[in-house]
């Protein structure tokens, strides 16, 4: 089997960025976890179906198409706000969980990155990373991004919904957001997306030799 690169993190810390830079130099196949809950919430909205009805959630997380995730489509800030709070749903996670399971076996090896990679989904991945940053830090990365973008942002309101997207994904019964024992933490508060890459390409590297 190929090797499975697990990546967790809260919101806005970077690991996007990495995990897609990582499947690029290892020619690994890349599943960004945090779409298929986007997708799923995504098709509530769209039919304006209740986001309070597991069952219903359920259907819809079953019906999601790994290969038809489309980041810019579900990027939109309401449906992050939607998915962190289906994402609660034990029903719902377990649909998710399932087919980001089936997604980690593919060949030639896999990134999968979220927020219970390591610890839930694929437990017994060789190579699992945590990144984090302080919430001022991430806070600051979304408010440029929009700034940069030519947009307007208010940068005590993302803060605010940082540390509330964080509470809920840190605070929730079921796989709640946190670093695998086994995990090595990569805090990108002070460290450039570079010397995270090249840290994460030290560990990939010697996971490989003994693959
Ligand atoms: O990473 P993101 O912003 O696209 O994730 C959206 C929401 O999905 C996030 O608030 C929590 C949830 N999520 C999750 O519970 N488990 C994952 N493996 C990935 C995302």
Redesign the pocket.
């Known amino acids: 089997m190929g090797l499975v690169i697990a990546i967790?993190g809260p919101?806005a810390a970077g690991k996007?960025t990495l995990s897609r830079q990582i499947a690029e130099t290892y020619g690994f196949q890349h599943l960004?976890?945090?779409?298929?809950?986007?997708a799923t919430a995504k098709a509530l909205l769209d039919a304006g179906l209740s986001l309070d009805d597991e069952a219903v959630a359920e259907r819809m997380a079953l019906a999601v198409d790994l290969g038809g995730l489309d980041r810019a489509v579900?990027a939109r800030h309401e449906i992050?706000e939607a998915?962190?709070k289906i994402?609660v749903m034990p029903a719902v996670?377990r649909a998710?969980v399932e087919a980001?399971r089936m997604f980690s076996q593919r060949e030639p090896g896999t990134v999968l990155?979220?927020?219970?990679?390591g610890t839930v989904?694929c437990p017994q991945a060789p190579v699992k990373l945590y990144v984090t940053a302080s919430p001022q830090v991430r806070a600051r990365r979304r408010y440029d991004e929009i700034i940069a973008k030519g947009g307007e942002a208010d940068f005590d309101a993302i803060f605010a919904d940082v540390r509330k997207?964080d509470e809920?994904?840190m605070g929730?019964a079921d796989?709640p957001?946190k670093p695998a024992d086994d995990a090595h933490l990569l805090d990108t508060s002070e460290m450039s997306i570079e010397a995270a890459f090249r840290a994460a390409k030290n560990l990939i590297d010697a996971a490989l030799k003994k693959n």
């Open positions: 967790d919101a996007g960004d976890t945090g779409l298929t809950y986007r579900l992050g998915a962190s994402a996670r998710l980001q990155d979220g927020r219970d990679i989904v997207r809920r994904d929730r796989s957001l």
